[in-house]
Nanobody
């Protein structure tokens, strides 16, 4: 059983910044990849950013240039730095971990943290 706990969400004005954290109950270096998803009201969950074991990162087009995913293996924590936030970034943000290289998709999920961006 792996626990992922997100934190750092909140209310911010447009143009502001937030840093989300995802604390894992075991070493994140054991995961194939970790990612951040978000789900806005009435919309499907979408992948925002991914960091792989190699350190390679990728981002949704909407996040490129504004968001940065990073990790601190010693703290078993993954971060999502979000700058230049806009109202369309309002969503519940979820941390996920891929623990199995033999199948697609993420295996573990956090419960989410709310990000609300006001205009």
């Amino acid at each position: 059983q792996v626990q992922l706990v997100e934190s750092g969400g909140g209310l911010v004005q447009a143009g502001g910044s937030l840093r989300l954290s995802c604390a894992a109950s075991r070493s994140i270096s054991s995961f194939i990849a970790m990612g951040w998803y978000r789900q806005a009201p009435g919309k499907q969950r979408e992948l925002v950013a991914t960091i792989h074991g190699s350190g390679y990162t990728n981002y949704a087009d909407s996040a490129k240039g504004r968001f940065t995913i990073s990790r601190d293996n010693a703290k078993n924590t993954v971060y999502l730095q979000m700058n230049g936030l806009a109202p369309e970034d309002t969503a519940v943000y979820y941390c996920a971990a891929d623990a199995t290289p033999w199948k697609a998709g993420y295996d573990y999920w956090g419960r989410g943290t709310q990000v609300t961006v006001s205009s």
